[in-house]
């Protein structure tokens, strides 16, 4: 079974190793239902135990291997390494459980799966003891391994829950974002109308001031001619070129008042 945990050749040899007895051992206790008699089944059992003896030797190998190099390796990669012993460990004990099925329905005599000698391989890697509990203690060790799986389980929802109100938080958080946005380009939108209203009213104001002025322009060379007209009558009275101005003309000087006297004899 290839592995994605980073793994030295050396460790990477031993997993292959212990694979390969694991699918021995698949392979091997699907044959037994199939065996009738009871002898063979007996020798094919003998067969697995030694296998599984073996498989008990390449995981403390393993074990010693992995606490050699657990200083050259990051602790997340130690981590991974440990969790997949734990893994075959269990797989291991799943064995062991399986053999005792088949010792029991047999009738024979216990097979001994390990040497009663001072090799265990810590208090992480119950493997030994699986061999010498009872079934009662196997079922005990299988439902306390079922309520740690629970509880990991209840661990992982808990931590799946709170991803999932991180998300909605996030996603809320998103949307009040977007919205705002929104409102920002509509607010531009309106500054960019009112300055384009603006700049109209502006370049209209300017036509007019350029209106006002052209009219004031106009208006101060016309008074400009009145005074010019009015100084030079006044300077030289006698000059025919420059029409009167109405309202402006001097008295006719051939113009003749009546006296008193015209009346004196009415």
């Known amino acids: 079974m290839a592995s994605d945990v980073p793994m030295s050749p050396e460790l990477e040899q031993v997993d292959g190793e212990i694979q390969d007895i694991f699918r021995a051992l698949q392979n091997g206790f699907q044959k037994m239902d199939k065996i009738k008699d009871s002898n063979r089944q007996s020798k094919q059992l003998e067969d697995l135990t030694a296998k599984m003896r073996e498989c008990k030797r390449l995981i403390k190998e393993f074990d010693r291997i992995l606490k050699d190099e657990e200083k050259k390796n990051p602790p997340d990669v130690n981590k991974q390494l440990n969790d997949k012993k734990q893994i075959m460990i269990k797989e291991l004990n799943s064995y062991v459980t399986l053999r005792k099925t088949y010792q029991s329905s047999l ?5 001994e799966l390990f040497d009663t000698g001072n090799d265990q391989v810590g208090e992480e890697t119950p ?3 699986a061999s ?22 209840e661990r992982s929802k808990m931590v799946v829950a709170q991803t999932v109100e991180v998300g909605a ?10 919205e705002q946005m929104k409102r920002i380009g509509n607010e531009l939108d309106s ?4 300055l ?39 300077v030289n009275p006698h ?13 006719a000087m051939n113009r003749k008042l009546l006296s008193i006297d015209a009346f004196g004899g009415l």
């Open 127 to 129: 493997v030994q003891m």
């Open 191 to 194: 500054v960019h109308f009112s």
């Open 169 to 178: 938080q996030t996603a809320a958080t998103l949307t009040q974002q977007t």
């Open 107 to 111: 009738g024979n005599k216990r097979i």
């Open 196 to 234: 384009k209203k603006a700049s109209q009213m502006v370049k209209e104001i300017g036509r007019q001031v350029a209106t006002d002025k052209c009219i004031m322009a106009f208006l101060f060379l016309i008074v400009c001619g009145v005074i010019a007209i009015i100084v030079v009558k006044i």
């Open 239 to 251: 000059n025919k070129t420059i029409r009167d101005i109405p309202g402006l003309a001097p008295p």
């Open 132 to 153: 010498e509990m009872s079934n009662q203690e196997l079922i005990s060790a299988g439902r306390k391994q079922m309520d740690q799986t629970d509880q990991a389980i």
